[in-house]
């Protein structure tokens, strides 16, 4: 049974910084792209960052220079450190994985439960 399980969220100042971690529990496929996204009250989900398996990275404009993403394949674990965060970036926070299952050669997107992060002005 696969899961994604978030931690590290929290309540920070502005200008401070989190260090959220996702790990993907279950076996038999392997992880293609991981990201991270979020949501604010009343607005769409939104994507954060993501990482290829390779280690390419991409990111939403208003958190570039600010959150690295960044993952261990062998321990199936991403990351998303976020500095100089600001009242904005207040959302809960969601990790998205896309695995391919090795036996059955299916593939499917898997979501976490999300992760609070709040920031106070």
């Known amino acids: 049974q696969v899961q994604l399980v978030e931690s590290g969220g929290g309540l920070v100042q502005s200008g401070g910084s989190l260090r959220l971690s996702c790990v993907v529990s279950g076996r038999g496929f392997t992880i293609n792209v991981m990201g991270w996204y979020r949501q604010a009250p009343g607005k769409q989900r939104e994507l954060v960052a993501a990482i290829t398996s390779g280690g390419s990275t991409n990111y939403a404009d208003s958190v570039k220079g600010r959150f690295t993403i960044s993952r261990d394949n062998a321990k199936k674990t991403m990351y998303l450190q976020m500095n100089s965060l600001k009242p904005e970036d207040t959302a809960v926070y969601y990790c998205?994985?896309?695995?391919?299952?090795?036996?059955?050669?299916?593939?499917?997107?898997?979501w976490g439960q999300g992760t609070q992060v709040t920031v106070s002005s």
């Open positions: 998205n994985a896309d695995l391919y299952f090795l036996q059955s050669g299916y593939r499917r997107r898997y």
